[in-house]
């Protein structure tokens, strides 16, 4: 997968709010500004042979991490009403077991599931030495009989290089062929590529396309994506409210940008009811998370009482977080600095165990 993220870029430039003068922080109305236009780019979802339990287990023993690939289980659902021995087996971590099975049911029913899956243990070296020509062998099997797991897995391959030379025009053609079959991450996928413009010819329009099939099927990363174009008017009619309703099912999802992007929203009333408090629950959890756009705006709600009661302490260690990771406010640094200087002490203490962690996270 490495070699095919080229949208690995945040969604979310900083928001741009404007310091709020500290002697007049308790009268100024905080208004949270969004971003301004800019197109989603986010990194593409990971292809289920990119995703390594915990660690391997001895043949024949259950693993110590079950593995959970993105989309393997439909891929891996048995033939007619039989039980799928095989995927039984992978899922336990009895990996010899699976392969032994999977490969008497490829070869002796053309079962397509069983094909995918001997793609997926070949291409991760589950219980067997990785193999990537092997695994393209029955990706390529299973794709060419219409199972999308197998085209999406291989686009991943053709478009890394991996089991072969990369083929980016090929591996466009097996998500296109994927997500049609309903494959989320392959709809979701193709939307980045029509973003970006790199692989295919730059289009809002079937980038909109592909992402809205991926939220509809619950995906948060494109419920996202979609409701930033809906935001921005790119390849959609500018619809506040519909992007409003996006973010909030993406927040819903636990969607770290999507909780600050509606945050923001809630806070200013953008496409649905204001309501600071809802706000100020949301960029908590997003500051929580580590996001300092939401660090640096749960601070100001805090210095100015929007939403929560007015905390100087906590308003001044949230600043502080914010500001080791890069989101620095003139406004806030002159609230803390009138402050007692025991409010202050009791700020800078508070925030200590995160600076610590940031400052060790860029040693």
């Known amino acids: ?5 080229h949208a690995a870029a945040a969604l979310l430039a900083a928001v741009v709010a404007g310091g709020l003068p500290a002697s007049a922080a308790a009268q100024a109305r905080l208004q949270l500004t969004p971003p301004p236009a800019q197109a989603p780019q986010r990194q593409a979802q990971a292809a289920p042979s990119q995703a390594k339990p915990a660690a391997k287990p001895a043949p024949q023993k259950p693993a110590a991490a079950k593995p959970a690939p993105a989309e393997v289980p439909p891929a891996a659902a048995a033939s007619g009403h039989e039980p799928d021995l095989a995927f039984g087996a992978f899922q336990r971590g009895y990996y010899l077991t699976a392969l032994s099975i999977a490969t008497h049911r490829a070869e002796a029913n053309n079962d397509v599931k069983a094909m995918t899956l001997l793609g997926e243990i070949y291409a991760n070296g ?25 085209m999406f897995a291989l686009a991943m391959f053709r478009l890394a290089g991996r089991g072969g030379d990369a083929d980016r025009e090929q591996a466009t053609k097996l998500l296109v062929n994927a997500a049609k079959l309903g494959h989320v991450a ?35 990363e494109a419920q996202y994506a979609l409701a930033t174009l809906y935001k921005d008017g790119h390849g959609v009619p500018r619809d506040m409210a519909e992007a ?5 099912s993406a927040a819903l999802a ?16 953008t496409g649905v009811a204001k309501d600071e408090a809802a706000a100020a629950v949301l960029l908590r959890k997003a500051a929580r998370k580590g996001n300092p756009v939401a660090q640096n705006r749960l601070a100001n709600l805090l210095a100015n009482g929007k939403g929560v009661p007015a905390d100087p302490v ?46 060790e996270s860029h040693s």
């Open 1 to 5: 997968m490495t070699a095919c993220r």
């Open 126 to 150: 589950f219980g067997v030495a990785r193999d990537d020509s092997k695994a393209v062998n029955w990706y390529k099997l299973a794709a060419d009989r219409g199972d999308r797991e197998a």
């Open 186 to 220: 392959a709809a979701y996928d193709l939307g980045l590529l029509y973003l970006e413009g790199q692989m295919v010819p730059q289009d809002y329009g079937r980038a909109a396309e592909f992402f809205r099939g991926a939220a509809q099927a619950g995906n948060p």
């Open 244 to 248: 409003a309703r996006l973010l909030a």
């Open 254 to 269: 636990d969607n770290t940008d999507a909780e600050l992007e509606f945050g923001i929203a809630l806070f200013n009333g």
């Open 314 to 359: 906590q308003a001044i260690k949230w600043h502080l977080i914010a500001k080791a990771s890069g989101d620095d406010d003139a406004g806030l640094e002159s609230f803390m600095h009138e402050q007692k200087p025991e409010i202050q002490a009791a700020g800078e203490k508070a925030a200590q165990p995160w600076l610590a962690a940031i400052k």
